[in-house]
């Protein structure tokens, strides 16, 4: 039987290991953004994106058939709307926006996830608005912002092609999709085995595509291949393979904008890699974080 959502529910409410999958989920996509860049170094975006679909394909295949299980005519169709707006999609989005946009201008525009979760909540699913929710959605925003662009060197990263930010912000707008779809209707799968069955469906579109292209001349050719390839496998298995579980899990468990609200966290996580790195912060930091602290307080509850 499916759930309102638009009814409080007491299973939606964030519990201690509700709160931890969301932290550990932004700690290993606050990495995602720098893992795609070391890969376009050697591949085009589109190879990237089919490489990183293709790998999480083989390393969820040892639990296919059990996730095959869990798949009938009903839920066939919401679990290839997941599938496509989920994980197919955004890869070649935010790649394709990635060979031209600033890393901290797609930070920023990812961020907008938890706005497009709220506004398809309430224009699709019916959702009941509430002011609170939209003030945390915004609060949130303005941190991430606020950490993002006061952070951001003094150089390239504040220049570029600003237009690629529209693939951003329609990957964001998949998300708002995918993630309402999984809690609406994908609610009784298993993480494990949905994530499993929706790379089955991608993973052999995706090789299609790869093993027709000059993959092969770039690995013989390009002294760098090898190397990039290694990140995008790390990408594939860590990042999407492992964190797609865990963000599943984390949608089941809370609600749908709660889930959403990690793309705040991803920002904050990814200057602290660059203090792991030598970078300096400032100020800006303290204040940023409990903005977006704050913002996922208030959208949560």
């Known amino acids: 039987m499916q759930t309102n959502p ?32 070391k890969g376009l170094l050697a591949f085009s975006p589109p190879q ?37 707006t989920g994980s197919g999609l955004p890869p070649f989005l935010f ?22 979760t709220l506004l398809i909540g309430v224009l699709v699913y019916h959702v009941v608005f509430e002011w609170r929710k939209l003030t945390g959605v915004l609060l949130g925003l303005a941190g991430a912002a606020l950490l993002v662009f006061t952070t951001a060197p003094n150089n390239a990263d504040r220049n570029g092609n600003y237009f690629y930010g529209l693939y951003v912000l329609l990957a964001t707008l998949c998300y708002g999709i995918s993630v309402y779809t999984l809690k609406q209707y994908c609610q009784n799968i298993p993480a494990t085995a949905l994530n499993s069955v929706v790379f089955a469906i991608l993973g052999p579109v995706a090789a299609i595509y790869l ?7 770039i690995l013989k050719t390009n002294s760098y291949a090898y190397t990039a390839l290694g990140y995008l496998a790390f990408l594939a298995v860590v990042n999407t393979a492992f964190a797609g579980i865990l963000y599943f899990k984390l949608t089941q468990q809370t609600s749908a904008l709660f889930a959403s609200t990690t793309t ?38």
């Not at 638009?6 to 932004?26: F, G, T, Y």
């Not at 390393?59 to 009938?72: A, D």
């Not at 093993?211 to 001349?217: A, G």
């Open 48 to 84: 990237v994106a089919t490489i990183r679909i293709f790998f999480s394909m083989v390393v969820l295949f040892p639990f296919l058939f059990s996730g095959l299980k869990h798949i009938n005519k009903k839920n066939l169709p919401y679990v290839l709307l997941v599938a496509v």
């Open 95 to 116: 790649t394709a926006a990635q060979a031209h946009l600033p890393s901290a201008a797609a930070g920023i525009l990812n961020s907008f996830t938890p706005l497009f």
């Open 6 to 37: 638009s009814v409080p529910n007491a299973a939606d409410s964030p519990s201690l290991k509700s709160w931890i999958l969301l932290v550990v989920s932004a700690v290993i996509w606050g990495s995602s953004f720098i893992l795609m860049k």
């Open 211 to 217: 093993f027709s292209s000059d993959v092969f001349t």
């Open 264 to 301: 705040y966290l991803i920002p904050f996580v990814a200057v602290l890699f660059g203090v792991f790195d030598g970078e300096t912060i400032g100020w800006s930091y303290g204040i940023g974080l409990l903005l977006i602290l704050g913002g996922v307080y208030l959208a949560s509850r």
